[in-house]
Antibody
């Protein structure tokens, strides 16, 4: 049974930090690129960041570059998103998603159920 | 940044009817387009990648076509579980990866 589970979401004040995690069972992440995609309440999908299977490449959306950091621990089959200097516009459900390849296919075949991040004072 | 425009915003159809969804790119993206289905409260699900390749486990009633700037997702005969929101996504010129605004397929 394939399961991808995000955690770490919650309510946070503007300017503060939060760290999201994404773990998987029944499916391997280690040979695949991993992405974070977010969805503001009632809105569409927005790609956030990608990390190559071995961590060698990382790319970010302009809206989060310099504030968010993607990382992974392949020994634990876990993906992370460190989010600093959070803004109200970062409020969204954050999904982790597996790439079809090491990272270059940039197409998402497995998704977690999402974790809600709310930035509010 | 490549902009994807989906039309129509909402499609009202009955079960058994054919659904035709459009996605137009602001510049040529070759065949580097994927389609996803999202139901309320659920994560998106990959349907089609590289314009016309069905993902694992996707029923044959879903098909994709197109290249360059114009793409189509066709559902040949709508099943009750197909009523959802559909998004296209390009990977031709990235970062950033971009999504269309979505098409909602609702029951007429």
């Amino acid at each position: 049974q394939v399961q991808v589970v995000e955690s770490g979401g919650g309510v946070v004040q503007p300017g503060r930090s939060l760290r999201l995690s994404c773990g998987a069972s029944g499916v391997s992440f280690n040979s695949y690129g991993m992405h974070w995609v977010r969805q503001a309440p009632g809105k569409g999908l927005e790609w956030v960041a990608v990390i190559w299977y071995d961590g060698s490449y990382k790319y970010y959306a302009d809206s989060v570059r310099g504030r968010f950091t993607i990382s992974r621990d392949n020994s634990k089959n876990t993906l992370f998103l460190q989010m600093n200097s959070l803004r109200a516009e970062d409020t969204a459900v954050y999904y982790c998603a597996r790439d079809l390849s090491a990272g270059e296919m940039a197409t998402f075949d497995f998704w977690g159920q999402g974790t809600l991040v709310t930035v509010s004072s | 940044e490549i902009v994807l425009t989906q039309s129509p915003a909402t499609l009202s159809l009955s079960p058994g009817e054919r659904a035709t969804l459009s996605c137009r790119a602001s510049q040529s993206i070759n065949s580097y387009l994927a389609w996803y289905q999202q139901k309320p409260g659920q994560a998106p699900r990959l349907l089609i990648y590289d314009a016309s390749n069905r993902a694992t486990g996707i029923p044959a009633r879903f098909s994709g076509s197109g290249s360059g700037t114009d793409f189509t997702l066709t559902i040949s005969s709508l099943e009750p579980e197909d009523f959802a929101v559909y998004y296209c996504q390009q990977r031709s010129n990235w970062p950033p990866l971009t999504f269309g605004g979505g098409t909602r397929v609702e029951i007429k």
